[in-house]
C-alpha cells in the first residue's frame, strides 16, 4: 500500500510539474514574454527538452494583433496529459490486482 501510494504521488507530482511548465511556456508565449528575462529564459530552456517530441510537428502561428500559439506545445500538454491518466489507471490495475490477491490469502489462511 505504502508503495503504491509513494508511486501514485511521485507520478502526479512529476506530470502536475510537466503540465505547469508547458502551460507556463504557452501563456508567455501567447503573451510575447521577454524572453532575455531569466524566468522567462528558465521556463522555455527546461520546456525545450518536453517539446523535442513535438518539434516542428505543427507551425508556429501568429494572430493579426502579434500572439503567438504555438500548436506543437498545445499538443504536447494534451499528450502529457493522457500520458498522465494512463500512468495513473496502471498505477491503479497493479494495486487493485496485488490488493485483492492479497484478500484471496487472508480469506484462505483464515
Given at each position: 500500500m505504502f508503495i503504491y501510494k509513494s508511486l501514485s504521488l511521485l507520478a502526479n507530482f512529476i506530470f502536475n510539474f510537466i503540465g505547469l511548465i508547458l502551460l507556463l511556456r504557452i501563456g508567455l508565449r501567447f503573451l510575447g514574454a521577454n524572453e532575455a528575462a531569466p524566468f522567462v529564459d528558465w521556463i522555455?530552456?527546461?520546456?525545450?527538452?518536453?517539446?523535442?517530441?513535438?518539434?516542428?510537428?505543427f507551425t508556429t502561428e501568429?494572430?493579426?494583433?502579434g500572439f503567438v500559439i504555438e500548436i506543437s506545445s498545445l499538443f504536447a500538454l494534451l499528450t502529457y496529459m493522457f500520458l498522465a491518466f494512463f500512468?495513473?489507471?496502471?498505477?491503479d490495475n497493479?494495486?487493485?490486482?496485488?490488493?485483492?490477491k492479497n484478500k484471496k490469502k487472508e480469506v484462505q489462511s483464515a
Open positions: 522555455y530552456d527546461t520546456s525545450d527538452p518536453l517539446l523535442n517530441p513535438f518539434r516542428e510537428m501568429r494572430t493579426p494583433e500512468a495513473q489507471e496502471i498505477l497493479i494495486h487493485a490486482f496485488f490488493d485483492q
